[in-house]
């Protein structure tokens, strides 16, 4: 059958968060190049087909093309590594400093990534700086509001970052899981599509779409401080993605199937 059970996801996520911990630095970076460059790609792609039809939705709905090569092509991408790699911790499969390892160096990738195509970008569209973007001008409106707009709040616009970014990776994270729900490409990428839709349609906060979307933003003018960038949003945000894929999908996924599969196997072994 096409369908795996959810008992076997959870076991297949403690196996996919020790490989990934195992995985070489050069690995690491280039693996977390493309998934922040291609993650880039799909940002552009979703902000282009709003601006085109004049409904939000239409960007939600397209978006998570990127998420597909991403998890199809076996890249890294750390928002999803939140919730596997921690379990394989949890399992005494991986280390902690592995999987601090794995974190920094997908991160260093993701922002090399992600700034290469920003600059490509800007160049693409605007041919070379002697044309206007409307696109170009979202990003630095979205680059403002995702720092400027939570400082103008302080401590509850911190708040605020952090639970939208909580709620952020709980949905991309499913998104990861539920690829790992069917055997077949296309049962796989119908099945990560639901959840990364959702996310993105509610204007959560994604690490490494905002790795993209904020120091575009500075290098197309926008008003934005590199403390300000890591301050108002990218610390809070990672934070706030890390607390949701690790708790909400990883853990709580792990303790519901994987516990009760092992005791109901005990329970039939000692009847035996």
Wanted: positive net charge; contains cysteine.
């Amino acid at each position: 059958m096409d369908y795996v059970k959810p008992e076997q996801v959870a076991e297949q996520m403690a196996a996919i968060g020790e490989a990934k911990a195992r995985l070489s630095v050069p690995d690491l970076l280039l693996r977390g190049f493309l998934g922040g460059a291609i993650l880039a790609f799909a940002t552009t792609l979703a902000y282009t087909a709003s601006a085109q039809t004049e409904i939000g939705l239409a960007g939600a709905l397209v978006f998570p093309v990127g998420f597909v090569i991403i998890v199809l092509l076996g890249l890294e991408l750390v928002t999803g590594s939140f919730a596997t790699i921690p379990l394989a911790v949890l399992r005494r499969r991986a280390t902690i400093s592995g999987m601090l390892r794995n974190f920094g160096w997908v991160i260093a990738g993701h922002i090399a990534g992600s700034a290469l195509y920003a600059a490509l970008f800007y160049i693409a569209v605007t041919n070379a700086g002697h044309a206007a973007n409307p696109i170009v001008q979202t990003i630095i409106g979205a680059a403002e509001a995702k720092t400027n707009g939570y400082a103008a709040l302080g401590a509850d616009g911190l708040l605020t970052v952090f639970v939208k970014a909580v709620l952020c990776n709980w949905m991309v994270t499913l998104g990861v899981v539920m690829a790992m729900t069917s055997r077949s490409t296309a049962g796989k990428i119908m099945a990560m599509w639901l959840p990364v839709l959702t996310f993105f349609a509610q204007g959560f906060e994604h690490a490494v779409v905002n790795m993209f979307v904020i120091p575009a933003g500075i290098l197309y003018g926008a008003d934005i401080t590199l403390g300000g960038w890591w301050l108002w949003n990218q610390l809070p945000v990672l934070l706030g993605n890390f607390v949701g894929g690790m708790i909400f999908t990883g853990m709580f996924l792990y303790f519901t199937h994987v516990k009760k599969e092992k005791a109901s196997a005990s329970q039939h072994t000692k009847a035996a």
